[in-house]
């Protein structure tokens, strides 16, 4: 299996400017996870999804920032519009984990990250 | 609700020395517990988890961990430190009665290895 897969791995942006990141969670793993990492804040859970749907969105910064996972091996991360403060390592997880009772038996599978610098 | 801390942000030990990095946790149901390892410029690594098996849990990298319920405890400890293990540490609390499905992080220990 090739894991998660980010792209890109570099973004440059300039200031007010559409971003949009990109995931591809591992093969049967129903849960995706997108995180934010910055040496201020650390790590930041901003959305997971479940079998496609958002369960929990409460992380996401405001409403500049949406995601979408339109189908099981695929979800985006879109800021629009960007600004500096957006500069960070987005990275996405998936974990195989169930819906219900499972909780967080499993661990996540974390993807390299896209390092995104806003100008 | 669940939560974590790592007591020491950054520690510095000796090459061939033994390493130890803090974790402790709070947790309202039964706890899965992990630790990930993040070498710079690099994604999270999964070290190795605790979901109610043995309490002496082996991960990679000759790193293990320890359940002590007792201490609400989880410390990663290696024997003889290698440079290579130099990176950022980071222990994760989830609990596994619980329907939300998401696990909280630490807020990281960095791990330097003097030569």
């Known amino acids: 299996d090739a894991g998660v897969i980010q792209s890109p791995r570099h973004e440059v942006t300039e200031m007010g400017q559409e971003v949009t990141l990109r995931c591809k969670p591992i093969s049967g793993h129903n849960s995706l996870f997108w995180y934010r990492q910055t040496m201020m804040r650390g790590l930041e859970l901003l959305i997971y999804f479940n079998n496609n749907v958002p369960i929990d969105d409460s992380g996401m910064p405001e409403d500049r920032f949406s995601a979408k996972m339109p189908n099981a091996s695929f979800s985006t991360l879109k800021i629009q519009p960007s600004e500096p403060r957006d500069s960070a390592v987005y990275f996405c997880a998936s974990s195989p984990q169930g819906p219900t009772t499972q909780g967080g038996k499993y661990g996540y599978t974390f993807g390299s990250g896209t390092r995104l610098t806003v100008v | 609700a669940q939560s974590v801390t790592q007591l020491d942000s950054h520690v510095s030990v000796s090459e061939g020395t033994p390493v130890l990095l803090r974790c402790n946790y709070s947790s309202s149901y039964s706890p899965s517990l992990f630790w990930y390892v993040q070498h710079p410029n690099k994604g999270l690594q999964l070290l190795l988890k605790?979901?109610?098996?043995?309490?002496l849990v082996k991960g990679i990298n000759g790193f293990e961990a320890e359940f002590k319920k007792s201490e609400t405890s989880f410390h990663l400890t290696k024997p003889s430190a290698h440079m290579s293990d130099a990176a950022e540490y980071f222990c994760?609390?989830?609990?596994?009665?619980?329907?939300?499905?998401?696990?909280?992080f630490g807020s990281g220990t960095r791990l330097s290895i003097r030569p």
């Open positions: 605790y979901t109610s098996a043995a309490t």
């Open positions: 994760v609390v989830s609990d596994r009665g619980s329907s939300a499905s998401k696990i909280i």
